[in-house]
Every structure is written in C-alpha cells, then in structure tokens.
Nanobody
Framework: QVQLVESGGGLVQAGGSLRLSCAAS????????MGWFRQAPGKEREFVAA???????YHADSVKARFIISKDNAKNTVYLQMSSLKPEDTAVYYC??????????????????WGQGTQVTVSS
C-alpha cells in the first residue's frame, strides 16, 4: 500500500501562485510514475502533469508553461508549482501513483493510489 497526502491548496487571486505537495509513504518508491489530476465541480477528473521515476515530465496543454511538476526522491515528495493561475484552474487537485507503468501516462485508470485531494480556488 502507498499512502499519498496532498497539501498546499488554498484561495488565491488570478495571476497568483501556489505550490502543491504530495507526500508518499508506505510502500512508496521513487520508481513509480507520479501524477497530478484535478476535478472541477460537474466535470470529469482530468490529467494535469506527470513525472516518471527517471524524472521525465509531461504537462497537459492547458497548464504547460504555467505549472511545473517536480519531485524530491529523498523526501518521497512530488510538487506541483502553479503560476499565473486562472479562475478555470479552480478544482480539487489529486496526487496519484502508478505501479503499472514506467512511462508517463495520462490514463487515470493506470494509477493505483490516490490522495484525498486539496482544494485550489482562484478568484477573478
């Protein structure tokens, strides 16, 4: 089992920044693919960014150049640095871990473990 705990969400004005953290524990491994997803009210959960065990990253087009995923293997923590936030970024943000693939995947069905989510609200 892998436990994931997100933190860092909150209320921010448009144009502002936030950094989300996801601390992994249990049978966590730096080899896992780690991802961030988000879900806005009334919408499906969507892919935001992912990072592979070797550090390769991929970001959704909607956040490219504004969000950056990174990780600290020594701390078993993944980060999502969010800048130039827009009201449409408002959502619950979830951290996820995949033990089923070594490559980047946007397919949420391949992620085995999920955090409880952290709310990000961007006011206009």
């Amino acid at each position: 089992q892998v436990q994931l705990v997100e933190s860092g969400g909150g209320l921010v004005q448009a144009g502002g920044s936030l950094r989300l953290s996801c601390a992994a524990s249990g049978r966590a491994s730096s080899a896992y693919v780690m991802g961030w997803f988000r879900q806005a009210p009334g919408k499906e959960r969507e892919f935001v960014a992912a990072i592979s065990g070797s550090g390769i990253t991929y970001h959704a087009d909607s956040v490219k150049a504004r969000f950056i995923i990174s990780k600290d293997n020594a701390k078993n923590t993944v980060y999502l640095q969010m800048s130039s936030l827009k009201p449409e970024d408002t959502a619950v943000y979830y951290c996820a871990a995949s033990t089923r693939t070594t490559g980047i995947t946007m397919n949420r069905g391949l992620y085995d473990y999920w955090g409880q989510g952290t709310q990000v609200t961007v006011s206009s």
